[in-house]
């Protein structure tokens, strides 16, 4: 089974890519570390979304624990439920954070993990009415914008959720999670040469880490340009961590299923074809 670390990757080639932009969206929001201010409160030895298998089946053993001893706590439940998540346990992740936003219901961070939640479990409408009561006017958040704009894809409605990403771009200018949700955007309605330019230009920021560059990989590969897409999802792994992406790259590209609709579509505009 491959790292946790990457199952970012595995989601998109088999959950579809608008799923898991609310993932990336919201991978910067409700931040743990700067919560944790006393021993009391389990810390987490690294990013949820950086982990492996055991170090998530650790985690969640440990952080599930003071959970269910404080269910009331917000940085217990904010923790708990994205490690659930990390396993496909969506539907509990969800439970979670509904008892964890009712003890809590004006806290930004528990807000928008819940609405992180909501939209993991397919209550699209309802995330994007939670991200909205997370948001505050006067002190706009970017991570919440760009999530805005993930679910706004997921719901069909493009344009709008290209013009959330342009809003949040304007007050973090290149961050790249924000430009690869805006890249998806783009492959999502096949329009696969935007998209890599989107994707090229997140994956050549500083700060882009490694799921961004899979996000380009997937990009060049349903353009047919495998051997290329390999080499990028090689980057920055281990060779275990790496040969699971690319099987997973494989096997996505061997079967195109939806994803050959959209490399179809790219196909037939580059000939000027119906």
Request: hydrophobic residues 40%; charged residues 20%; proline residues 4%.
């Amino acid at each position: 089974m491959p790292a946790l670390a990457y199952t970012h990757f595995k989601y998109r080639i088999f959950q579809g890519t608008a799923a898991v932009l609310v993932v990336l969206a919201l991978s910067g929001c409700n931040t743990t570390k700067d919560r944790m201010t006393t021993g009391s409160v389990p810390q987490l030895s690294k990013p949820v979304e950086t982990m492996n298998d055991q170090e998530v089946r650790s985690a969640t053993d440990r952080i599930g624990q003071a959970y269910e001893k404080n269910p009331r706590d917000p940085v217990n439940g904010v923790n708990y439920a994205n490690l659930l998540r990390m396993q496909g346990r969506d539907a509990q992740a969800l439970a979670v954070m509904q008892q964890v936003a009712i003890a809590n219901p004006a806290d930004r961070n528990v807000l928008a993990a819940y609405g992180k939640a909501q939209a993991a479990a397919g209550q699209l409408q309802q995330a994007l009415d939670t991200i909205g009561r997370a948001q505050t006017p006067d002190r706009p958040d970017w991570r919440l914008i760009s999530a805005e704009g993930a679910i706004l894809d997921q719901l069909g409605r493009s344009a709008e959720a290209r013009q959330r990403y342009r809003d949040a771009l304007n007050i973090q200018p290149n961050e790249p999670s924000i430009l690869s949700n805006l890249g998806m955007s783009y492959v999502l309605t096949g329009d696969l040469r935007t998209a890599e330019t989107y994707l090229r230009q997140a994956a050549a920021q500083p700060s882009a880490d490694s799921r961004v560059r899979q996000n380009l990989a997937l990009a060049v590969g349903l353009q047919g340009r495998f051997p290329e897409a390999e080499q990028i999802a090689r980057r920055e792994l281990t060779q275990q961590q790496a040969e699971a992406n690319v099987a997973y790259l494989r096997g996505m590209l061997s079967q195109r299923n939806s994803w050959q609709k959209l490399a179809s579509k790219d196909a037939g505009e580059s000939t000027g074809t119906n």
